[in-house]
């Protein structure tokens, strides 16, 4: 710090990232984080323009990036204060909605419906937006463990599994 010599940390505020003085509450020092050129970044001008309208206010919405990652926003914030999570592309099977990734209070990662609390379909295993040849479910989960990588079929009765790689090899061969 260089008012009171005291070390600085990288904190988290409204507007992103930035470096804060340890001696907070007698010492307020603050400083932007530089970039990775030594300039000053930006973070609030960090937000991606998509072809959605807020349902509150009507405003274009925004792809922003957060402290737990990437979400769509109002760009008329913090007048509307709209949020939702980016769908990963894969429809909720109980449910009308799609599927986004959320993180738990600890950090792990994990899969829900985006109609919660309507909805309560949540997974451990990412959705791949692959029917399933053996039920007709409407799509697989990658399951990863030390022994094997596979798509495998959350529906217990049907056991559908499949090489992860073979998926992968699919999709480059059809491009």
Not at 46 to 75: L, N
Not at 98 to 117: A, H, M, Q, W
Not at 122 to 140: E, S
Request: proline share 7%; aromatic share 8%; with cysteine.
């Amino acid at each position: 710090c260089d008012k009171c010599g005291k070390a600085m940390v990288i904190k988290w505020g409204r507007h992103g990232r930035f470096v804060a003085c340890t001696g907070y509450p007698e010492c307020k020092t603050t400083k932007p984080l530089p970039g990775p050129n030594g300039e000053p970044a930006a973070q609030s001008a960090e937000v991606e323009q998509i072809d959605e309208i807020c349902a509150k206010c009507g405003s274009p919405m925004v792809i922003r990036t957060g402290r737990y990652g990437k979400f769509i926003s109002c760009s008329k914030y913090p007048e509307c204060k709209t949020t939702k999570a980016i769908s990963i592309g894969v429809s909720c099977p109980e449910d009308s909605g799609d599927l986004v990734e959320k993180r738990t209070k600890r950090g792990k990662i994990f899969y829900s419906c985006n109609n919660y609390p309507k909805c309560k379909f949540a997974t451990w295993y990412k959705p791949v937006n692959k029917p399933c040849p053996g039920c007709g479910a409407a799509f697989l989960v990658e399951k990863k463990t030390k022994k094997e990588e596979v798509l495998a079929c959350l529906n217990k009765e049907c056991g559908h599994k499949e090489a992860l790689q073979k998926a992968s090899e699919e999709g480059e061969g059809t491009s």
